[in-house]
């Protein structure tokens, strides 16, 4: 082979490389987004319109969002991001974790990315962000999608569990863990089995609850807990209600016929909310994205494709 020919080679060769690892770059990015006092951890995927993906808990981190909605990355750069003190974002004092502050976070992350406006998918707590973001900063947000959403009033939060959803042996290890202190000591392993019974309680079946992965260790643990003391008098008092019926982006809310949060819950949502379509899933609770997969993917990728922007 000629030597012009084989240098021609690879030249060509290192310009594909280049390309694909351009594409790369550009479609999968991770890192921190820092206010002087918090780190918040976050991670891109995908490529068009900028979806921010809201998690649950308080506290859990977006780990156990992840296999639910990679599908999005098929047409918008999705990016989730752990909450303040949440996951790999850096851990904070109680009194620096606050509802508005976490609120903020979502808008500090939207400008260091240099993002015009975002969509957002929040699901259970993670809706409550969502709206909220949404009356703060309307001219920002191009849609939401509300998926298990939380009750709109702490009035109307789940008053208990129903324990005859768990089979005796769940049952029975539910009360020895609740007793033996693991679980208030952040056993990883006990932690991660509680909060499995309290999922599966909310579910219509029940059988996928094994998929929903909170990706706890000790670390990640204590910042969960911490984060639900940070935030247990919001919880204990809130009221999204007002303003709601000013909002003018659309809004996909997504309901669980067996999900705790009454319906009546997010059919009130609905009413409030001028611009939203309600969907109801039969024999799903509050993890619709597990439970109806098929059916989630269609109509959040239906909803973003109308209206994301």
């Known amino acids: 082979?000629?030597?012009?020919?084989?240098?021609?080679?690879?030249?060509?060769?290192?310009?594909?490389?280049?390309?694909?690892?351009?594409?790369?770059?550009?479609?999968?990015?991770?890192?921190?987004?820092?206010?002087?006092?918090?780190?918040?951890?976050?991670?891109?995927?995908?490529?068009?319109?900028?979806?921010?993906?809201?998690?649950?808990?308080?506290?859990?981190?977006?780990?156990?969002?992840?296999?639910?909605?990679?599908?999005?990355?098929?047409?918008?750069?999705?990016?989730?991001?752990?909450?303040?003190?949440?996951?790999?974002?850096?851990?904070?004092?109680?009194?620096?974790?606050?509802?508005?502050?976490?609120?903020?976070?979502?808008?500090?992350?939207?400008?260091?990315?240099?993002?015009?406006?975002?969509?957002?998918?929040?699901?259970?707590?993670?809706?409550?962000?969502?709206?909220?973001?949404a009356k703060r900063y309307p001219e920002r947000c191009g849609s939401l999608?509300?998926?298990?959403?939380?009750?709109?009033?702490?009035?109307?939060?789940?008053?208990?569990?129903?324990?005859?959803?768990?089979?005796?042996?769940?049952?029975?290890?539910?009360q020895e863990i609740s007793k033996n202190g693991s679980f208030k000591e952040g056993d990883p392993e006990a932690v991660s089995f509680i909060f499995s019974c309290l999922f599966k309680m909310t579910m219509a079946q029940g059988e996928e609850v094994s998929d929903i992965d909170l990706g706890l260790d000790r670390d990640r643990t204590a910042k969960m807990f911490n984060v639900m003391t940070a935030l247990q008098p919001f919880m204990d008092s809130y009221d999204m209600t007002p303003g709601l019926e000013s909002l003018r982006p659309p809004v996909l809310i997504i309901h669980g016929e067996k999900d705790p949060v009454g319906e009546e819950s997010a059919m009130a949502l609905h009413d409030l909310i001028p611009n939203s379509i309600f969907i109801i899933y039969n024999d799903a609770g509050h993890f619709p994205f597990v439970e109806k997969k098929y059916d989630f993917v269609q109509d959040v990728m239906r909803f973003f494709t109308m209206y994301a922007k």
Request: proline residues 4%; aromatic residues 12%.
């Open 145 to 174: 999608v509300l998926a298990g959403a939380a009750p709109m009033k702490s009035a109307y939060l789940p008053k208990k569990n129903d324990f005859s959803r768990l089979s005796y042996e769940e049952q029975n290890r539910y």
């Open 1 to 133: 082979m000629k030597l012009w020919v084989l240098i021609s080679l690879i030249i060509a060769g290192l310009v594909a490389l280049c390309l694909f690892l351009s594409c790369l770059s550009r479609q999968h990015e991770e890192g921190y987004v820092e206010d002087g006092e918090a780190s918040l951890f976050y991670k891109s995927s995908g490529e068009g319109v900028p979806v921010i993906v809201l998690h649950g808990g308080p506290g859990f981190g977006f780990h156990y969002l992840e296999p639910y909605l990679s599908f999005l990355t098929q047409k918008f750069k999705l990016i989730y991001f752990d909450q303040r003190g949440c996951g790999r974002s850096s851990e904070e004092e109680p009194g620096r974790i606050t509802f508005d502050r976490l609120v903020d976070d979502i808008e500090m992350l939207r400008n260091e990315l240099k993002l015009e406006r975002v969509n957002l998918l929040g699901h259970s707590f993670g809706a409550l962000l969502a709206l909220e973001y």
